[in-house]
């Protein structure tokens, strides 16, 4: 168990719904990335969040949005579903302290992924 | 932009035999270069990782060094076992900046070690 956990693990949904991942970090970690894997794609950085604050924004389509809670969980919301997202969704959390920076210690934990299959 | 390119797979080894995935990358400044490894149907963990030039990361017999000449951060083990079977990727991360942290992964390297 690496402390971060996501739920639901699988999702079957049809094109054109809506979805809701949830992450809760690593107890004390503050930021929070999203990253989407497919076959084709490979691992692509979606975003990340830091003390609820959105940091970083990477291969993010429109129709995905997320935010982080003042608890620091994190929530992923893809709508408008299509067959190409049929996907892992993985979260990671790392500490991303002051303290931390620079010194390569920011090592991100992932979670065990949420798979999500659009039909 | 940053960037990692693995050597592609699968690879397919005898348990004993000596394993080398290649890793080369590109970054501005002086990133932080991981390895993390996910075995079937998990999440990736970290296996081992590099802050600086010649910085040698090692953990469960693997092994690499941070090379900032060739730019690059292959990843050894002397002998590998069936347990080692999984998806192996290279990571970087920047230092600094508002998205200090994120990781850029390699496409992966599927590795499968028969008995």
């Known amino acids: 168990d690496s402390g971060v956990t996501q739920t639901p693990k699988h999702l079957i949904t049809a094109t054109g719904q809506r979805v809701t991942l949830r992450c809760s970090p690593r107890s004390g970690d503050l930021s929070v990335y999203w990253y989407q894997q497919s076959l084709d794609q490979g691992l692509q950085f979606l975003i990340q969040y830091y003390n609820g604050e959105e940091r970083a924004k990477g291969n993010i389509l429109e129709r995905f949005s997320a935010q982080q809670f003042p608890d620091l969980h994190s929530e992923l919301n893809l709508s408008s579903l299509e067959l190409g997202d049929s996907a892992l969704y993985f979260c990671?959390?790392?500490?991303?302290?002051?303290?931390?920076?620079?010194?390569?210690?920011?090592?991100?934990?992932f979670g065990a992924g949420s798979r999500l299959t659009v039909l | 932009g940053n960037s990692v390119t693995q050597m592609e797979g699968p690879v397919t080894l005898s348990e004993e035999a000596f394993l080398t995935i290649n890793c080369t990358y590109t970054?501005?400044?002086?990133?932080?270069l991981f390895w993390y490894v996910q075995y079937p149907g998990e999440g990736l963990q970290l296996l081992l990782k590099?802050?600086?030039?010649?910085d040698k990361g090692s953990n469960k017999g693997f092994e690499a060094t941070y090379r900032k000449e060739t730019t690059s951060f292959h990843l050894e083990k002397g002998s590998v076992q069936v347990s080692d079977s999984a998806v192996y990727f290279c990571?970087?991360?920047?230092?600094?900046?508002?998205?200090?942290?994120?990781?850029?992964f390699g496409q992966g390297t599927i590795l499968t070690v028969h008995p």
């Open positions: 590099a802050t600086k030039a010649d």
């Open positions: 970054a501005t400044g002086y990133p932080s």
């Open positions: 990671a959390s790392s500490p991303n302290t002051r303290a931390n920076r620079g010194s390569g210690a920011n090592v991100l934990t």
């Open positions: 990571a970087l991360s920047r230092a600094g900046g508002t998205s200090y942290g994120k990781l850029t």
